[in-house]
């Protein structure tokens, strides 16, 4: 398919991005959007294969009812997309923002949550399954996925004992970002992150209010594994982190906000995040360390008992069309596992260092493995550092 | 016969008039109550959550919070305090000296913030004591280096801010009550305006300022927002850890201790309050609570 549509791109990618944001504006309409971008023209080849473009009456998907109800994370999706479901569908969104899987996992656990649609991360996923909290997936309701597409790196952790729970929604790194500004000595791994807060930088660093980056990050800076629940380790990482307090900014995952107003410096930060940070301010730079650091997926899945199911599933089929996906990467800076979607996205993006980096950076990077999720130590040795 | 007549249907019908808010209170009060009462006694799931069990392994781990009911008490004294001082001359204002044209309104501007979500005005905070808030403002005029969003005093700043209308009213209240053939009696006997407040105007409005500290109080016990959004995470209160234990490490258990702890200070506080306001009530009968 891509093939297909790459045979029919009649302006660059760059153009298609520019044509976007004008239309994202609102400066120009959908119908002068789809045709000078060629999307139209398009639209009639690639009408089965990206139903989702077709501009459809309600009626056409069945009974959706009114409502979905989904948990993702903040600055994650685009709203041109959001509002173009609904008005495609009828069904009006309902977001929640999550500030940790943690949190999302601790309200699937408590039950009730009405949710239909949660974007989990790769390491929660077999947790997930073994507690019964999502059901498998039903590809066959969701045409715009192709399994091919994806590279099995990212998108293992969607089968559980052969069977299919999730499907893949971007990728993407957890470094630091670094005002350089005000910070000149350009730090480069975990241990200089920490040597920086308790020094040049004092006050001025944040570090998240989430034990898998944040202790991960203290883990690496000491030498040992991102997913380390050895207690021993873990109570160095206590200490470090008791100690490096008073010189902390914030302890918070909304970190946007205090590197904006310049209060904070440094941040453990995601690339998505950088990249929007350094669209508007190109004193940030985003470094992945080289003493180790996450490398993760996000994934779409439906929890078991979801109210709008068949909404659910044409809510993710929608958000797996490859022109969708890339129109989502334009506005949170994050990369799609996708590669019909990388092919739509404009080469400055597909060049881009920060969502692409050099395949040798990501060497020493971890994917979260399930038990540093469900650990009782790491979570106490975070609630602790906190209330310290 | 009259009497008879009247006070058996009203039996029935009190019983009936009762039975929703019996119900309510049983259901979503006592009920839930004995839920964490249970808990506290159990561990923590393997993967997080409540496992069965007797144990007081909660509540001897509760000294590792220790800290954050320190920090609880001391920011919910401290913030109470504030909040009065600010509130008092604002009640006073408004009950004995403002134009009755004005009353009204003003009445309305003091609760006007309390139509938009505490959330949203304590975020609004962030960005004002933020880099490029109040400290701007102050470097423009030479003063450099200031920092106070994520300080102590910033988390001071937002109490005092989301909390003052609740201590304005109920003192309000209490002042406007006044006789005010008493504080002209006062005068006329030669009392200085500073003697009449000190032995009129300030016993007689004590309840209400019993009943606004205890409000504040209370809700700053179970405070987590303003600390979290202002205090960056590093002001912790008992709130937080709260959230924190239920939210983020899922251990219920140690969660349902702390809270037991927290729920018995607060009877511990409130009974003390009650002693409190009935010395001060001195056979007067009008409570405001």
Redesign the interface.
């Known amino acids: 398919m891509s093939k297909i549509y790459k045979e029919n791109k009649p302006i660059t990618s760059e153009k298609l991005m520019n044509e976007f944001h004008r239309y994202q504006k609102g400066s120009i309409t959908r119908r002068h959007f789809l045709r000078v971008t060629g999307l139209g023209a398009a639209m009639t080849v690639l009408g089965t294969a990206m139903p989702s473009l077709l501009p459809r009456k309600a009626h056409a998907f069945g009974n959706l009812g009114n409502r979905l109800v989904f948990a993702t994370w903040p600055n994650y999706h685009n709203q041109v997309n959001l509002d173009e479901f609904t008005k495609m569908t009828g069904v009006h969104l309902q977001m929640n923002a999550f500030g940790s899987n943690e949190e999302m996992l601790a309200k699937l656990q408590a039950g009730g949550t009405g949710w239909d649609v949660i974007v989990p991360t790769n390491y929660t996923i077999t947790n997930y399954v073994n507690l019964g909290l999502i059901q498998p997936l039903d590809l066959s309701r969701l045409p715009n996925y192709d399994g091919s597409a994806n590279d099995p790196m990212f998108a293992g952790p969607a089968t559980v004992n052969g069977t299919v729970y999730c499907v893949p929604k971007n990728w993407g790194t957890t470094g630091f970002i670094i005002n350089t500004k005000k910070i000149k000595s350009s730090p480069k791994s975990w241990k200089d992150f920490f040597d920086v807060t308790m020094g040049a930088g004092s006050g001025h660093t944040i570090v998240h209010d989430y034990q898998l980056t944040t202790i991960g990050a203290a883990l690496c800076a000491l030498g040992y594994s991102f997913n380390s629940i050895d207690p021993n380790e873990l109570a160095e990482v206590e200490a470090l982190l008791i100690k490096s307090k008073p010189h902390l900014f914030a302890i918070t995952s909304d970190y946007q906000p205090g590197m904006r107003s310049g209060d904070a410096w440094m941040s453990i930060c995601w690339n998505g995040d950088a990249t929007q940070l350094k669209n508007d301010l190109p004193e940030m730079d985003y470094v992945i360390a080289t003493d180790g650091g996450e490398i993760w997926t996000d994934f779409y899945a439906i929890p078991t008992g979801a109210p709008h199911l068949d909404a659910a599933y044409v809510f993710i089929n929608y958000l797996q069309d490859p022109y969708i996906q890339a129109r989502e990467a334009s506005v949170h800076g994050y990369a799609p596992t996708d590669s019909r979607a990388i092919a739509l996205q404009p080469d400055s993006l597909g060049s881009d260092p920060i969502l692409h980096p050099a395949a040798e950076l990501l060497n020493g990077l971890e994917f979260g493995a399930a038990q540093t999720m469900t650990d009782p130590v790491r979570a106490e040795v975070i609630a602790r550092f906190k209330s310290a | 016969m009259l009497k008879n007549e009247d006070s058996k249907p009203n039996h029935w019908l009190t019983a009936a008039l009762l039975m929703p808010t019996t119900m309510w209170f049983m259901f979503m009060l006592i009920l839930p109550l004995i839920v964490i009462l249970i808990f506290s006694f159990g561990e923590?799931a393997?993967?997080?959550?409540y496992a069965a069990s007797f144990t007081f392994e909660q509540y001897a781990n509760l000294p590792?919070?220790l800290?954050?009911f320190q920090n609880t008490m001391i920011f919910a004294t401290i913030g109470t305090l504030l909040s009065l001082f600010m509130a008092y001359p604002l009640a006073y204002y408004l009950a004995l000296r403002v134009d009755r044209r004005y009353k009204f309104i003003l009445l309305v501007l003091v609760i006007v913030p309390f139509w938009t979500s505490l959330l949203i005005r304590t975020y609004a905070w962030?960005?004002i004591l933020?880099?490029?808030?109040i400290p701007l403002m102050l470097e423009w005029i030479g003063i450099e280096g200031v920092?106070l969003?994520?300080t102590p005093g910033a988390v001071l700043i937002g109490i005092v801010y989301g909390y003052l209308p609740l201590m304005v009213f109920p003192i309000f209240v209490s002042l406007e009550k006044i006789d005010k053939n008493l504080l002209e009696a006062s005068n006329d006997l030669g009392g200085t305006p500073f003697k009449t407040f000190m032995q009129i105007t300030l016993p007689l409005s004590m309840l209400g300022v019993a009943t606004g500290c205890m409000l504040v109080f209370i809700l700053l016990m179970g405070e987590f927002l303003i600390p979290?959004f202002l205090g960056?995470?590093?002001v912790?209160f008992i709130g937080?850890?709260l959230v924190?234990?239920?939210?983020?490490?899922?251990?219920w258990p140690f969660g349902s201790a702390v809270s037991v702890t927290l729920v018995v200070i607060m009877l511990i506080t409130v009974s003390l309050y009650m002693r409190l306001t009935m010395r001060t009530k001195t056979g007067r009968d009008e409570s405001l609570m």
Do not use: M
Request: glycine share 22%; hydrophobic share 35%.
């Open positions: 923590r393997a993967v997080g959550g590792s919070r800290k954050a962030i960005f933020g880099g490029r808030g920092r969003v994520n979290a960056g995470g590093k912790f937080n850890a924190d234990l239920f939210l983020q490490s899922r251990n």
